[in-house]
């Protein structure tokens, strides 16, 4: 993850988390009819657990509350939304999955449960191998996860790690072994008086 990555001459590098595009979505870009984020995302103010349709949602249309809608919905943009030199193959509802990557430069999928193996499929599966790649020679290490609703799968250079459930007060953490191997933790996230809850 250079700092050249998000070059136009570079469209599929993986994110670099030295350069936050913040809020800036991509002139002509828009949501549209795509509405994957309603399904694929958790939604804590509204109760809604990942891979299950938000109530509120009107499909290919839109949010029935959007004047309403929780903050953590207005705030929210995939990342191709914010991103130029992801194609249009990437954007959710064609891709099956919304991508995500936070400020630590961490990547992830929010699959759709109903197409649960769609990160799998290329274009999308040798990018994931590739920024995967350069994530384990990150320092921090930087994860590449697909989720499917509260299941986790680590995409490494190698091969996938299978974690199972992975919820909200739960964080993953990649090690290298002895023998150069590199392995996956789940830890407790830390409250806010730094005791584990």
Avoid at 10 to 36: F, H, I, K, M, Y
Avoid at 64 to 83: D, G, N, Q, V
Wanted: proline residues 10%.
């Amino acid at each position: 993850m250079t700092p050249d990555i998000q070059s136009p001459e570079n469209p599929q590098a993986a994110p670099d988390a030295s350069v936050q595009p913040g809020p800036r979505v991509v002139p002509g870009r828009e949501c549209g009819t795509c509405t994957l984020c309603c399904k694929v995302m958790a939604i804590d103010e509204l109760g809604k657990p990942p891979g299950v349709w938000c109530q509120h949602i009107v499909r290919n249309k839109g949010c029935k509350i959007y004047e309403t809608r929780p903050a953590e919905c207005r705030s929210f943009y995939c990342h191709w939304m914010l991103e130029k030199s992801l194609p249009a193959e990437w954007k959710p509802e064609r891709a099956k999955f919304a991508l995500v990557v936070n400020a630590g430069g961490h990547v992830t999928a929010f699959v759709d449960p109903g197409f649960p193996g769609a990160w799998r499929s290329e274009p999308y599966y040798g990018v994931f191998k590739r920024w995967a790649a350069e994530g384990v020679r990150a320092s921090p290490a930087r994860l590449v996860l697909a989720r499917i609703g509260t299941r986790g799968v680590v995409i490494l250079p190698d091969r996938e790690i299978d974690v199972g459930t992975v919820t909200a007060n739960m964080t993953l953490q990649l090690d290298a072994t002895p023998d150069g191997q590199i392995s996956v933790r789940k830890l407790l996230r830390e409250t806010q008086e730094g005791a584990a809850p």
